[in-house]
T-cell receptor, first 112, second 114 residues
Framework: AQSVTQLDSQVPVFEEAPVELRCNYSSSVSVYLFWYVQYPNQGLQLLLKYLSGSTLVKGINGFEAEFNKSQTSFHLRKPSVHISDTAEYFCAVIQGAQKLVFGQGTRLTINP | DGGITQSPKYLFRKEGQNVTLSCEQNLNHDAMYWYRQDPGQGLRLIYYSQIVNDFQKGDIAEGYSVSREKKESFPLTVTSAQKNPTAFYLC?????????????FGEGSWLTVV
């Protein structure tokens, strides 16, 4: 079965610093990859997605992610974070049976 | 505006009661999903439906039931058989058209057993 691993449960960074949230998935066959953001007491909002084509994907709020097939990774990056980026971030994959499988989430905390 | 509407936002249930969470979408999506979210455990799939009048169990279906009588509606019933129902419940629907297999989420419903 497909699985997704987010390597860090919590990531604290200072404002205006760069950040990388790591995500690895288990399957080497064709997959669709997603990053979602969740603010407190809210649903999930799509940040970006990889379906095919260019391995560097740009999303909303200045985030981007790079699909690396050989390393089965889809790490999320932002060159300079803001206080408003404080949230929980989820990596997810669709493969095969069309179910979306989520990682455990990474809580990003931005310190002033 | 198009979107996914979940109601109620907050719900309290007494032990032994069944409760139903509503999920409506006007996005014309075929597939709909219910996820449960507990702190530190990410999201777990309860049930999903690829088409009207059809649905499949997810990873944690015990104690839950669903129906899919209309394309736009996918209600979730939390039965008294669910031993630990207090959680945040998220409904989602999937677009296989122009947005390319993207799943969109509602704002969620908090269920608390009192």
């Amino acid at each position: 079965a497909q699985s997704v691993t987010q390597l860090d449960s919590q990531v604290p960074v200072f404002e205006e610093a760069p950040v990388e949230l790591r995500c690895n998935y288990s399957s080497s066959v064709s997959v669709y990859l997603f990053w979602y953001v969740q603010y407190p007491n809210q649903g999930l909002q799509l940040l970006l997605k990889y379906l095919s084509g260019s391995t560097l994907v740009k999303g909303i709020n200045g985030f981007e992610a790079e699909f690396n097939k050989s390393q089965t990774s889809f790490h999320l990056r932002k060159p300079s974070v803001h206080i408003s980026d404080t949230a929980e971030y989820f990596c997810a994959v669709i493969q095969g049976a069309q179910k979306l499988v989520f990682g455990q989430g990474t809580r990003l905390t931005i310190n002033p | 505006d198009g979107g996914i509407t979940q109601s109620p936002k907050y719900l309290f249930r007494k032990e032994g009661q069944n409760v139903t969470l509503s999920c409506e979408q006007n996005l014309n999506h075929d597939a709909m999903y219910w996820y449960r979210q507990d702190p530190g455990q990410g999201l777990r799939l309860i049930y999903y439906s690829q088409i009207v009048n059809d649905f499949q169990k997810g990873d944690i279906a015990e104690g839950y039931s669903v129906s899919r009588e209309k394309k736009e509606s996918f209600p979730l019933t939390v039965t008294s058989a669910q031993k630990n129902p207090t959680a945040f419940y998220l409904c989602a629907s999937r677009d296989r058209g122009h947005s390319g297999n993207t799943i969109y989420f509602g704002e969620g419903s908090w269920l608390t057993v009192v």
